[in-house]
């Protein structure tokens, strides 16, 4: 099992609330990521982290924010959550380094997320 | 067109039946290959990493064919508990991993 962690795991919030998904791992890796899945689709990266301090949005555009300031944790803020915003949020973290087994990556058991 | 397509599903298979998905991908330059399971609003978990030709682990068996840029998973013998959604990913040569949207898989007694 991958010791990697999210909570909240289920959040319900009214529109214009602050929110932090929390996301930790406890394997070292240094390269760490959040996805963003609706019920029956694809995955769609939407920020990830290759170390302290390194940031990139991902391929799908969004609203939220990341921050690496430790390397075991990755956690994403939305300012101001918004129904369009419901959706269930993945977070991964992989090992970084080259060589086999250094890309894959491994999930937390994900938050899924309902703005009313 | 999408970088990872597979099959559209959903597979409604007896147990005990051999079934195979298939996926294409358009990165030429991707080097990893991958089979991730995910049953229903669960995470996804490595199945399988596809480095050369193909690999076997047990019931499942991998292909890779890197000049039809195609990849395909073989489940033997299915049980009722291979019943998920089974993604195909592929690197890009940014390093990041790109997903299929799935596979459905129902296995019926």
């Known amino acids: 099992e991958a010791d990697i962690y999210q909570t909240p795991r289920y959040l319900v919030i009214g529109t214009g609330k602050k929110i932090t998904l929390e996301c930790s791992q406890t394997?070292?890796?240094?390269?760490m990521y959040w996805y963003q899945q609706d019920p029956g689709m694809e995955l769609h990266l939407i920020h990830y982290?290759?170390?302290?301090?390194?940031?990139e949005k991902g391929d799908l555009s969004s609203e939220s924010t990341v921050s690496r300031i430790r390397t075991e944790h990755f956690p994403l803020t939305l300012e101001s959550a918004r129904p369009s915003h419901t959706s269930q949020y993945l977070c991964?973290?992989?090992?970084?380094?080259?060589?086999?087994?250094?890309?894959?990556?491994?999930f937390g058991p994900g938050t899924r997320l309902l703005v009313l | 067109r999408k970088e990872v397509e597979q099959d559209p599903g959903p597979f409604n298979v007896p147990e005990g039946a051999t079934v195979a998905f298939n996926c294409t991908y358009s990165?030429?330059?991707?080097?990893?290959f991958f089979w991730y399971r995910q049953d229903c609003r669960k995470e996804p978990k490595l199945l399988m990493s596809?480095?050369?030709s193909g690999n076997e682990d047990g019931r499942f068996t991998a292909q890779l064919n890197r000049a039809s840029q195609y990849i395909s998973l073989l489940i033997r013998d299915s049980k009722l508990s291979d019943s998920a959604t089974y993604l195909c990913?592929?690197?890009?040569?940014?390093?990041?991993?790109?997903f299929g949207q799935g596979t459905e898989l129902s296995v019926k007694p």
């Open positions: 990913v592929v690197n890009n040569q940014g390093g990041k991993l790109i």
């Open positions: 991964a973290s992989s090992l970084g380094a080259s060589g086999r087994g250094s890309e894959t990556q491994y």
């Open positions: 990165n030429s330059a991707s080097q990893s």
């Open positions: 394997m070292g890796h240094d390269k």
């Open positions: 596809v480095y050369s």
């Open positions: 982290s290759y170390g302290v301090n390194s940031t």
